[in-house]
Nanobody
Framework: QLQLVESGGGFVQPGGSLRLSCAAS????????IGWFRQVPGKEREGVSC??????RTNSTDADRFTISRDNAKNTVYLQMNSLKPEDTAVYYC?????????????????WGQGTQVTVSS
């Protein structure tokens, strides 16, 4: 069974950092493009960052604050988020796309995790 599980969300003050993890089971992450998305109630799901199967990285938002990485040995993708702002508050999802290329649209992605809540507030 193909599954993605996010973790690492939580409550953090503005300016703080969090590292989100996306662990895969049932398939090999490095064979897929892996994207991070976020969503707040009433808004569309927004692309945040992506790493392709060949390791190229794209950031849809705040390139200097967010860094995506992949640990093939652990079959896990990470999203390091620094200098967090209240507007970063959202549910963060990771998703896998069989295509080797990144997309900041959620439409091409085949598999999704359940999401992890990130709340940035003082």
């Amino acid at each position: 069974q193909l599954q993605l599980v996010e973790s690492g969300g939580g409550f953090v003050q503005p300016g703080g950092s969090l590292r989100l993890s996306c662990a895969a089971s049932g398939f090999t992450l490095e064979d897929y493009a892996i994207g991070w998305f976020r969503q707040v109630p009433g808004k569309e799901r927004e692309g945040v960052s992506c790493i392709s199967s060949i390791g190229s990285r794209t950031n849809s938002t705040d390139a200097d604050r967010f860094t995506i990485s992949r640990d093939n040995a652990k079959n896990t993708v990470y999203l390091q988020m620094n200098s967090l702002k209240p507007e970063d508050t959202a549910v963060y999802y990771c998703a896998a796309d069989r295509s080797p290329y990144c997309s900041d649209s959620p439409l091409p992605y085949d598999y999704w995790g359940q999401g992890t809540q990130v709340t940035v507030s003082s």
